[in-house]
């Protein structure tokens, strides 16, 4: 009987979960493009609106940047230039919003993570 509750026990020691396995890395998610558009929509957007359209509009497109539309703000983002011309420091003349003051932590977080969440 002994042995039956050793190597019982032993065996349900040995068994464990192997969380390794269950760890999903984000550049392997598939994200639902769907999603990513209402994120534009609800975050994104208003944000591009308010300090970016007035110079890169389809219509005015400053740089050659238009950042009016999902599409196009995909194109100008991907890049990696809009990520970097708002994250620098206020002072350098390549900084965006040109003439304005930096966006919020917040307001660049959104626009950090729309980048991540991209459908390439």
């Known amino acids: 009987m002994k042995r039956i509750i050793f190597f019982s026990t032993l065996f349900l020691i040995s068994c464990e979960k192997n969380i390794e396995s269950d760890y999903v890395d984000p550049k392997d998610f ?3 493009c769907v999603e990513v ?5 609800e975050s994104v957007a208003p944000i591009m609106s308010n300090h970016c359209i007035g110079c ?5 497109a400053s740089g050659s940047l238009a950042l ?12 990696g230039e809009v990520i970097n011309r708002i994250n620098m420091e206020s ?17 660049l977080e959104v626009i950090q993570n729309f980048s991540e969440l991209l459908c390439r």
């Open 37 to 41: 558009q209402s994120y534009y929509d």
């Open 91 to 107: 002072s350098n003349p390549l900084f965006m919003p040109l003439g304005s003051e930096k966006l919020s932590q917040q307001q």
């Open 56 to 60: 890169h509009s389809t219509s005015n």
């Open 30 to 32: 598939d994200y639902d």
């Open 68 to 79: 009016d539309s999902f599409d196009s703000a995909v194109n100008g983002i991907m890049n």
